[in-house]
């Protein structure tokens, strides 16, 4: 079974200051995917991650791949109040047979506090 | 992009009651879609697969007889809750994918059972 752990699950920083969330799965993995969540709403996509190495930036958010490690990173820089919302990681597991399902982690809720 | 509208958007309704959840993918045809529950503070959890024109395939512990899906169409699945109580209260989401592509969410339906 696909286990995916995110750490930290909340986390108050202060605007200005860099921070990294970790993401990491048990299996091996055909892509890894990175989304928002503001409250009360749905999902926002904000990267995919599909090779070992691969990383992704928009703006103040960098997201990476390490698939040796089975660890995922997505780094914030001089983070803005904006940012404040909840970030999951989900992971898609390898399957021969092409399977598509998302296993989620269980979120990291980012406050920015000015 | 990719849109998936979700209908409706907010629903209360008195325990004992069915409620049906529509999911459209408006710009793409949805070989598979996807119907997510998460509960507040909580990460989403797959509930169901569904293949166009086939059964859903249903999570361990989902009951297919409370939770229905039909996916009779490329662009059209939906969730019927049925006799809901106050338990079923959640934020339901549902995704649609075509092929190999990314999942595209749709908003979020916020179901309260009085």
Redesign the interface.
């Given at each position: 079974e696909l286990k995916v752990e995110q750490n930290p699950l909340f986390l108050s920083m202060q605007e200005g200051k860099n921070y990294t969330i970790y993401c990491n799965y048990s299996t091996t993995s055909d892509r890894l995917y990175w989304y928002r969540q503001d409250p009360g709403k749905s999902l926002e996509s904000l990267f995919v991650l599909l090779s070992n190495g691969a990383v992704k930036q928009e703006g103040r958010l960098m997201a990476s791949l390490d698939t040796k490690a089975r660890l995922s990173t997505l780094h914030i820089t001089a983070a803005v109040h904006d940012l404040s919302a909840t970030y999951f990681c989900a992971v898609v597991p390898f399957s021969g047979a092409g399977s598509y399902q998302l296993t989620f982690g269980k979120g990291t809720k980012l406050s920015v506090i000015p | 992009g990719a849109v998936v509208s979700?209908h409706p958007s907010w629903v209360i309704c008195k325990s004992g009651t069915s409620v049906k959840i529509e999911c459209r993918s408006l710009d793409f045809q949805a070989t598979?879609m996807?119907w997510y529950r998460q509960f507040p503070k909580?990460?989403?959890?797959?509930m169901a697969?569904s293949n166009e024109g086939s059964k859903a395939t249903y999570e361990q512990g989902v009951e297919k007889d409370k939770f229905l899906i039909n996916h009779a169409s490329l662009t059209l699945s939906t969730l019927t809750v049925t006799s809901a109580h106050p338990e079923d209260s959640s934020f339901y989401?549902c995704s649609g994918?075509q092929g190999?592509q990314?999942?595209?969410?749709?908003?979020?339906t916020?179901l309260s059972i009085l």
């Open positions: - | 979700q598979t996807f909580q990460s989403l959890m797959l697969t989401i994918k190999s990314p999942q595209h969410f749709g908003d979020g916020r």
